[in-house]
Nanobody
Framework: QVHLVESGGGLVQPGGSLRLSCVAS????????MAWYRQAPGKQRELVAR???????MYGDSVKGRFTISRDNAKNTVYLQMNSLKPEDTAVYYC???????WGQGTQVTVSS
């Protein structure tokens, strides 16, 4: 059974950076596409970034040029490097194994001065 655990969230000032990590267990990690989603209070969950098993990436319009998704198959880990953070990036960030539709428990990111 696949299990995803996110970490790296926290409180950061506007303009700051954070790196989220998501460790996967229970599957052959390298075969699957992975993604980061986020959900702000009162809003629908939205796609932030996606990376295929082959390393191809795509980003939501609101984070292009600021966020970078990457993966380390040797560590069964997908990362989200977030730079130039804005208050509107405040949300719970979730990792997802795309093909299986498996979600992590989420990690809170708060951008505030």
């Amino acid at each position: 059974q696949v299990h995803l655990v996110e970490s790296g969230g926290g409180l950061v000032q506007p303009g700051g950076s954070l790196r989220l990590s998501c460790v996967a267990s229970g599957s052959i990690f390298s075969r699957y596409g992975m993604a980061w989603y986020r959900q702000a209070p009162g809003k629908q969950r939205e796609l932030v970034a996606r990376i295929s098993s082959g390393g191809n990436t795509m980003y939501g319009d609101s984070v292009k040029g600021r966020f970078t998704i990457s993966r380390d198959n040797a560590k069964n880990t997908v990362y989200l490097q977030m730079n130039s953070l804005k208050p509107e990036d405040t949300a719970v960030y979730y990792c997802r194994q795309e093909e299986a539709g498996i979600w992590g428990q989420g990690t809170q990111v708060t951008v505030s001065s």
